[in-house]
Structure formats: structure tokens, C-alpha cells
């Protein structure tokens, strides 16, 4: 059976990811009132959006691999990975500083130039201190690690795609292993200092678990891996219900654990969720990820991804909050507030998606043709030139 060239229901499930980080973004800014309600949506979301972090990652992976990598110049594949990565990120970075020089005010940055710098090449992700990696539009740091996932990925696939298809489940083992016991060298870091929000850990720490391309770049290797075992036929795992399941028992076991090891616990849950639905798509399965309305909020989650915090942020600023207080309002208010502030994501993210990613890709992003040669004035004899393809 040949294998399809899209995925749905990873498209679906990749806006779920997405609004799992929204409401954790909004949840970290507690605008209720009762702080009943604040402490019931921060401590299951404060787990659950990194965890939506690993799914992009390994998604990421995943996508690529199913593609393969086309029979042209490196180069061409990482002009299109560089292309659309700054296609929304330069002009949501040009907002973001528009917005800080008229405040005055820093977003994680000491002074209203700080990170912009960084942000501006995708740098920001390798330098431990949050004043770089969470300023200007803190979200972009996700794109820093994507960087090197791109410039690695040509290497990572072509030395994978060479292990015999009956050993990739051990690889798959073992990278899941990986992803759960490193973070735990992150305990030899300096306990100090502080970060400015509840992270749970001290800022080193954070930064290497959370931040740190190389480590993250694990997420992205398993990914590869679990597309090859689907691809290869070699998916004998659970079917979507119960790898949620497993999901859900690993992520209440999370609570009792330490930080470090509680955010990356349920990461294999995640694998098996991921190629579980992709090994769904291939048998032609139905589910309700695959629906063309949430393929559809699927392609719109770059966008959304990139310009919610945003709206979160400089939203709540507006409408009378500091970026050091967050204002507060009664249950109905903060609710209608989190249903516009996903709204206007939402419909800012269309525009984006169909009229500057798009058109962007288009232009710069697509494969280049060879240049047709000139045409002769005159015939010339002998062979036929080979014609222009």
C-alpha cells in the first residue's frame, strides 16, 4: 500500500499542542479573581504545556522524515526550513519591538534592546540567561532550537534511514530513555540565581532542561526514528485511546516527582500518541483530528503559535495591567477575556498564515529552476543539444 503524502490527524493533533500553550500562557498570568481558579488551571497546565513543547519537537521530526529529503542541494532544504522560520518570525520580532520602544517598556530584557540581537538570528536559546532567551517575543526561543534541528537533520536522517528497520524500535527505546534521564545532569548546576517566574527550578537548570538546543534536540531525533518505524511498516504500537491513557497515568505520576524528571516523564507517551495517530492515517482510520476543520486550524498554528503570547502579554498590559502586575477580574470577565484573547490569536494567525507565510514561501521558499538556456540564432550542426528540463 503506498503510504500518504499528508498526515490529518497530526495537523489536528498539532493544534490541540497549541492550545495547550495558550491556555498555560494564560493560566501563568493569573487574571481571575479567585485565586482558587488561578492555582486550579496553573498546576496541571504548568506540566502540560511543556509537554505540548515535545510534541512540536517531535513532530518536527516526524514531518521531515516522512517527506524525506529531496534529491537537491542541501542548501535548497535548509533555504526552505530558514525561509518559513523567519517568514512569520522577522515581522512578529518587528512588532514586538515596535511595541517595546512605544511602552519603554522591556519585555524579559533588562532595557527595551535586550535580546533583540539574538532574536534577530535565532540565537537566543544558547545563551543561560532568560534575559536573552525569553525577550522580545518569548515563544521564539522554540525556533532557536529548530535551527539546529534543520541544519542537523540531513545528517540525523541519512545515518538513521541505514539502521536495519528491525532495530529502530530499540533506537526508539533508547532515545525515550535519553530524553527522560538527561535532564537530571542539570542537578551538577549552580542552584542560583532565581528566575522571575515559578519554574519550579533555578535558572540554570531551567535553561539546560527546558531551553538548551543539544537536549531538546533528542525530542527531535526521536521523532525521525518514529517516522521511519511507521514508514518501514514496523507500528505494532497501541492504538491512540490507550497510548492517551498511558499518557495521562505517567502525567499524574509527574506530581510526585521532582521538576527536572516530572517534565519529561510522559515524554514517551507522546512518541507513542505521535506515531500512533500517523500509523491511524496510514491504515486510512478515521478520527476527529483529521477533520478539514482542524487540519485547517493545523496549518494556522505557526502563526497562532507565534503571535498568542503577544496578544496574552501586551493585551493584559493594554487594558490597564504592567508587565510586573497582572491585572485581575471577576470569573465571567477573565473568561470572556481568555475567549477574545483566543479569538483575536486566532484570527491574527489566519492573516498571517495566508498573507505573509504563504505568499513568503511562494516566492523565496520554493525549489529554483534552472535557468533555460538562450536561444541560438542560428542552428549549429551537429548533435542536438539535450533540451532544458
Avoid at 33 to 57: C, H
Avoid at 253 to 270: C, E, I, K, M, T
Wanted: net charge positive; glycine share 6%.
Amino acid at each position: 500500500m503506498p503510504l500518504p503524502k499528508h498526515l490529518p490527524s497530526l495537523g489536528g493533533m498539532r493544534f490541540i499542542a497549541a492550545l495547550t500553550v495558550f491556555t498555560a500562557h494564560i493560566a501563568a498570568q493569573p487574571i481571575f479573581r479567585n485565586s482558587e481558579i488561578n492555582t486550579k488551571a496553573q498546576v496541571p497546565l504548568n506540566v502540560l504545556g511543556p509537554y505540548a513543547v515535545s510534541f512540536f519537537f517531535m513532530l518536527s521530526g516526524f514531518v521531515l522524515t516522512w517527506a524525506g529529503l529531496p534529491d537537491k542541494s542541501l542548501t535548497a532544504f535548509w533555504r526552505r526550513r530558514v525561509t518559513r522560520a523567519f517568514s512569520l518570525h522577522l515581522p512578529m520580532l518587528l512588532v514586538t519591538l515596535a511595541i517595546v520602544l512605544w511602552l519603554q517598556e522591556p519585555s524579559m530584557g533588562r532595557s527595551v534592546w535586550d535580546g533583540f540581537l539574538t532574536n534577530l538570528f535565532l540565537v537566543q536559546a544558547w545563551f543561560p540567561d532568560f534575559h536573552e532567551y525569553a525577550s522580545m517575543n518569548p515563544v521564539a526561543w522554540s525556533l532557536s532550537a529548530e535551527m539546529l534541528f534543520y541544519a542537523a537533520f540531513p545528517f540525523l536522517f541519512r545515518a538513521l534511514s541505514k539502521v536495519r528497520v528491525e532495530r529502530l524500535g530499540k533506537w526508539a527505546v533508547c532515545l525515550a530513555v535519553a530524553v527522560v534521564a538527561v535532564p537530571s545532569a542539570a542537578l551538577l548546576m549552580p542552584s542560583d540565581p532565581a528566575l522571575p517566574w515559578d519554574a519550579g527550578m533555578p535558572e540554570m537548570q531551567y535553561w539546560f532542561i527546558y531551553v538548551f538546543p543539544p537536549v531538546r534536540l533528542m525530542e527531535f531525533t526521536l521523532g525521525i526514528v518514529m517516522a521511519l518505524i511507521v514508514r518501514n511498516g514496523r507500528w505494532s504500537g497501541p492504538k491512540p485511546p490507550v497510548c492517551a491513557l498511558v499518557f495521562g497515568a505517567l502525567y499524574a505520576v509527574s506530581f510526585a516527582l521532582p521538576d527536572w524528571l516530572g517534565r519529561s516523564l510522559a515524554v514517551p507517551a507522546v512518541a507513542l500518541l505521535l506515531g500512533s495517530l500517523a500509523a491511524g492515517d496510514v491504515r486510512g482510520a478515521r478520527s476527529p483530528l483529521a477533520s478539514k476543520t482542524m487540519v485547517l486550524l493545523g496549518e494556522l498554528t505557526f502563526a497562532f503559535y507565534l503571535v498568542h503570547y503577544l496578544v496574552i502579554q501586551y493585551g493584559h498590559r493594554f487594558l490597564g495591567g504592567e508587565l510586573s502586575y497582572y491585572r485581575q477580574w471577576d470569573t465571567p470577565a477573565a473568561t470572556g477575556l481568555t475567549v477574545l484573547a483566543f479569538a483575536l490569536s486566532l484570527g491574527l494567525a489566519a492573516l498571517l498564515h495566508f498573507f505573509v507565510e504563504k505568499p513568503v514561501m511562494r516566492t523565496i521558499g520554493r525549489p529554483r529552476r534552472p535557468a533555460r538556456p538562450a536561444a541560438d540564432p542560428a542552428p549549429r550542426s551537429g548533435p542536438t543539444a539535450p533540451a532544458a528540463k
